[in-house]
């Protein structure tokens, strides 16, 4: 029969100190043996971009009418058009009187009056309290856009299409057309699922008053014209 294995105070010293010796090390290594747990820490949130200025409010002259975004403007429902930002931006809205905020999504692009940055929806204006004041001091927070952007940009470049073509001999056929009383026209195709577009368009423009003025000057020569963002 196999004797109980005697307990460290049972041995004398000497054979004590010799069992710690040959234990330390294996616990030692039981221990390294053991995978270190790894904490990944979340990234901080990247920080919102911001502007302040004026906002104006619009509504009926515009309800049932298409957007820039190709959606049917709705008085009631909580957007806004916004010079520069990207389509389908969302923007918390704050009224800097009231403290009043509404989060609206940028369908349109306006306002053009001076010294306004963000034209919203009668909806969004009647949440903000600013129906009757016309325009109210504001912040905008970007909350979400399509694309990332790293400012709000201070102004958009413009160009005109005068045609889309799934065949590029036609597209070709009006370049050259406008080409004989027009400089910087280019052809620029699209991939479209198993179909290329072929997109005729006209000069680059920095604002857009500019870009509409030639426009008027293309339509009234039998033109069929789309002023695009570049």
């Known amino acids: 029969m196999t004797e109980p294995f005697?307990?460290?105070?049972?041995?004398?010293?000497?054979?004590s100190c010799r069992w710690l010796?040959?234990?330390?090390?294996?616990?030692?290594?039981?221990?390294?043996?053991?995978?270190?747990s790894i904490v990944k820490l979340p990234s901080p949130p990247e920080p919102r971009l911001i502007q302040t200025g004026i906002a104006s409010?619009?509504?009926?002259?515009?309800?049932?009418k298409p957007t820039a975004s190709g959606t049917i403007y709705d008085q009631n429902d909580l957007t806004a058009a916004h010079q520069t930002l990207p389509l389908g931006s969302r923007v918390m809205v704050t009224n800097l009187n009231n403290g009043n905020?509404?989060?609206?999504?940028?369908?349109?692009?306006?306002?053009?009056?001076?010294?306004?940055?963000?034209?919203?929806?009668?909806?969004?204006g009647r949440s903000l309290g600013m129906i009757g004041p016309g325009t109210i001091p504001v912040r905008l927070e970007v909350i979400e856009s399509p694309y990332r952007i790293?400012?709000?940009?201070?102004?958009?470049?413009?160009?005109?299409?005068?045609?889309?073509?799934?065949?590029?001999?036609?597209?070709e056929q009006l370049r050259d057309?406008?080409?004989?009383?027009?400089?910087?026209v280019t052809i620029v195709p699209l991939e479209?699922?198993?179909?290329?577009?072929?997109r005729v368009r006209l000069g680059t423009f920095t604002n857009r008053a500019t870009a509409e003025e030639q426009a008027r000057q293309l339509a009234q020569a039998g033109f069929p014209v789309i002023i695009m963002e570049k």
């Open 150 to 171: 790293q400012t709000i940009p201070a102004s958009l470049d413009y160009t005109l299409q005068l045609g889309s073509f799934s065949q590029r001999e036609n597209a």
């Open 6 to 15: 005697p307990s460290s105070r049972d041995l004398p010293a000497e054979r």
């Open 57 to 64: 409010w619009y509504g009926p002259g515009f309800h049932g």
């Open 21 to 36: 010796f040959f234990l330390l090390p294996l616990l030692f290594l039981t221990a390294c043996s053991i995978p270190p």
């Open 177 to 184: 057309r406008l080409a004989k009383s027009h400089a910087d």
């Open 101 to 124: 905020a509404t989060e609206v999504t940028i369908t349109d692009r306006g306002p053009f009056a001076k010294g306004r940055i963000i034209d919203l929806s009668y909806g969004a």
């Open 192 to 198: 479209a699922k198993d179909v290329t577009y072929y």
